[in-house]
């Protein structure tokens, strides 16, 4: 009996599903089933780059010849060439993010209240209501299109597509519908706030009603999506309770004749982060995405099959921009945004799974937030943050990206040179390799452009040679070299020159007395030339005043004394014998140097052991008890630490040390950690324990009282 009954819904999704042809991909959801799917077709089988475009919208849509789609700046709608992305002809029409649509021989344009109808042969407009009440929410089907409300956002209005004129409306109540519509046999199926609605396509007369809620508390999406004789939704609502429900996170099946509810799978595990959420269906199962992971579920029971990670699983990212799933042909594909990949890494790509094991066919890395996929003749089509990109079968690009342009040196030391770079804009550039004196050293990866060659010799002159590679591994053959060389390692030794004027008699003491400078000269040993590091107590500084033997006068002191016999080379004593102070050694070096034995001179300024390696980051705990990484400065030294941002999930607490070191709490906040209150004295300790901790602590004492009485 199951048998029959699986076989039955997949006959009947076959007979129900509007599906387009292989060449096409006409609107999100690929059919007014949306679906998300197509068993027609060559699906992509590599990761190459086949051409891009600049744009700033979410929705585009695909014939077997050209894609349609606005311009960035959304003041022209373009159809370009499927192959090459060349312009075919342009439509001066201001939009913002519409959603787009194949019709016949027309391309259908909905935006915020603006509805375009424009014959896909030539952009000739067959007719256009620039005062629909209309939303990007949308679905067409025999000749109209149905669009949530704008002003009214639970309104469906259904608009005639061969004169855009107002046909019918229906009112759901105060319950909001940001859901896409879908469409069967001349019904309309949407969810919204307070239901799932279906009506009648004709009249807009309701055909039933369900308390299935669609959209809830400000950030749920749950579009219906129709395959054989069943409803599937995949629901999200924000932390409030959706209209008393608190199994806000579930992949639920409708009956689609009457509504009511064939199974339902609810797991926390089921969040997803995003707006545009559409399971697919596909050969009798269905496949939704959640922020880091792909469920599979039996289409008739509802069982989950499987599921694995998207980008490995690392790191669930709150509201990551996702785009799918899509299925061609027995081929997943999905786009991940954040996530990161053993924690440096951002995903921000595009992965391709066979159906038959889930094993990873190929990963496209975009380097931006992906929206909405497409795939037409082994071709995938994707909006993102960072344009439109089609990715391209293999050996449809031959082409290298441009080299890197202003190579340059911008520091460096004795043992090290760091080089900066501009990538070039190529959307396929991938790598930029990097080679020192003919050695490879390493692949820089967009989007890093620079550099730091270490361990080095001083004095010695390199050069870095580079040429970039793109997603498909095509390398420019060009070289882009520059030649540096590292800093002179000076070694200063010092010298002393003493000065002595002559004693004379202070008066007002009764000492012979003289003055004494000292003058310190470096002289570099590896003669640099130029002084790069010259210490700074090079020179000349007054010595402290040089007192020796009695002379008259000085209120009674003894008289007729002789002054002191300056003996040649004789040097006073300026230090504590073997003492030691700070100085500053070669290369601004924090360096120590001894006093002489006789105390007459200081020694060589030698370096002290650095702390650590310049550059070289290190894990700490900070301000708060926070996360966070200390960076070691050029001189070898620690620098402060310094919090880094560290994702939390909303609502969590840790403990922190707030002002004064007070205990303290810290409360997570969209993701981040708050700042560090300091908790009340009444919650650190709690009066009502107190007087229990005495009571434990006397019955203590007197259990030990009576052991030792015993005892004795």
């Known amino acids: 009996m199951k048998k029959w009954k699986l076989a039955w819904i997949f006959v009947a999704g076959l007979l129900l599903m509007n599906v387009a042809s292989a060449s096409d991909w006409p609107m999100y959801g690929h059919d007014n089933n949306r679906t998300s799917s197509s068993s027609e077709g060559t699906p992509p089988i590599t990761n190459s780059s086949s051409w891009n475009y600049t744009t700033s919208t979410n929705f585009f849509a695909i014939d077997d010849t050209a894609v349609y789609i606005q311009n960035e700046s959304g003041n022209t709608f373009n159809k370009l060439d499927v192959d090459t992305g060349e312009v075919i002809w342009s439509k001066g029409i201001s939009l913002t993010n519409p959603v787009i649509f194949i019709n016949g021989s027309n391309v259908v344009i909905m935006d915020i209240d603006n509805l375009y109808v424009l014959a896909r042969s030539d952009g000739s407009t067959i007719c256009s209501n620039t005062s629909a009440n209309g939303s990007r929410y949308a679905v067409i089907g025999d000749n109209r299109i149905y ?51 279906a009506l009648n396509a004709n009249t807009g007369a309701l055909v039933w009603r369900t308390n299935e809620h669609a959209y809830c508390a400000g950030n749920g999406m749950g579009s219906p999506v129709i395959y054989g004789t069943m409803i599937f939704m995949h629901r999200l609502s924000g932390d409030a309770n959706c209209f008393g429900l608190t199994d806000r996170k579930r992949v639920v099946a409708l009956n689609l004749a009457d509504g009511t509810e064939a199974w339902s799978k609810t797991s926390a595990n089921y969040a997803n982060g995003g707006t545009l ?87 496209y890395y975009l380097g931006s937030y992906p929206s909405m996929l497409s795939a037409v003749d082994d071709k995938v089509y994707i909006t993102s943050s960072g344009g439109f990109r089609v990715i391209g079968p293999a050996g449809a690009d031959t082409t290298p990206p441009a080299s890197i342009s202003n190579l340059m040196e911008i520091e460096w030391n004795t043992t090290w040179i760091l080089w900066n770079w ?15 004196n003919g050695t490879f050293y390493v692949n820089v990866s967009t989007p890093s452009y620079q550099y730091n060659a ?67 000269i470096y002289t570099d040993t590896n003669s640099c030339g130029t002084p790069w590091f010259l210490p700074l107590d090079n020179g000349t500084q007054a010595l402290s005043l040089q007192v020796d033997g009695t002379c008259g006068g000085g209120g009674g002191g003894v008289g007729g004394g002789l002054p002191p016999v300056n003996l040649p080379g004789e040097l006073p004593k300026i230090c504590e014998p073997m003492s030691t102070r700070a100085c500053l050694g070669p290369n601004f070096c924090k360096g120590e140097e001894t006093c002489s034995a006789d105390g007459t001179r200081w020694g060589q300024c030698i370096c002290l052991p650095k702390e650590c390696r310049p550059g070289t980051i290190k894990d700490c705990i900070g301000p708060g008890l926070c996360k966070g990484q200390m960076i070691c400065t050029a001189e070898g030294e620690w620098g402060p ?7 939390c999930k909303p609502g969590e607490k840790r403990p922190c040390l707030g002002p004064n070191d007070c205990p303290g709490e810290q409360v997570c906040i969209d993701g981040v950690w708050g700042p560090c209150i300091c908790l009340p004295e009444e919650e650190l300790f709690p009066a009502p324990l107190f007087p229990w901790f005495l009571i434990v602590l006397m019955g203590v004492i007197s259990t030990l009282t009576i052991y030792t009485w015993r005892s004795e």
């Not at 309309?188 to 799932?196: L, R, S």
């Not at 391709?352 to 990963?363: F, P, Q, R, T, V």
């Not at 800093?487 to 030794?493: A, G």
Request: proline residues 3%.
């Open 147 to 197: 669009v949530n409300g704008h002003n009214l956002k639970s309104m469906i209005n259904a608009y005639n597509l061969s004169d855009c004129s107002k046909e019918w409306s229906y009112y759901a109540g105060s319950g909001q519908a940001y859901t896409f519509p879908a469409y069967y046999n001349e019904v309309v199926y949407y969810g919204a706030g307070n239901g799932t609605f």
């Open 641 to 647: 630490c310094i919090c880094i941002e560290e994702k």
């Open 277 to 363: 959420i559409l399971p697919a269906v596909y050969n009798d199962n269905v496949y939704i995405r959640t922020r880091y992971k792909i469920y599979t579920f039996n289409a008739s029971n509802g069982s989950v099959i499987t599921e694995w990670n998207i980008c490995d699983g690392n790191s669930d990212v709150a509201d990551a921009p996702l785009a799918g799933p899509i299925v061609v042909n027995n081929t997943l594909i999905v786009g991940r945004s954040d996530g990161w990949v053993g924690g440096v890494v951002p995903c921000r790509s595009v992965f391709a799974y066979n159906l038959s094991d889930n094993s990873e066919i190929w990963k």
């Open 422 to 436: 501009t990538n070039p804009a190529d959307a396929d550039f991938n790598h930029t390799e990097v080679w020192i």
């Open 454 to 520: 270490t361990g080095l010799t001083p004095s010695t002159t390199y050069m870095i040679s580079t040429r970039t590679t793109d997603h498909t591994g095509n390398v420019n053959a060009t070289w882009i070299n520059d030649t540096a060389t590292t800093s002179c390692l000076e070694s200063w030794v010092a010298s002393y020159v003493y000065t002595y004027s002559t004693y004379i008699c202070n008066g007002d003491t009764g000492y012979y007395e003289r003055t004494a400078t000292e003058t310190k």
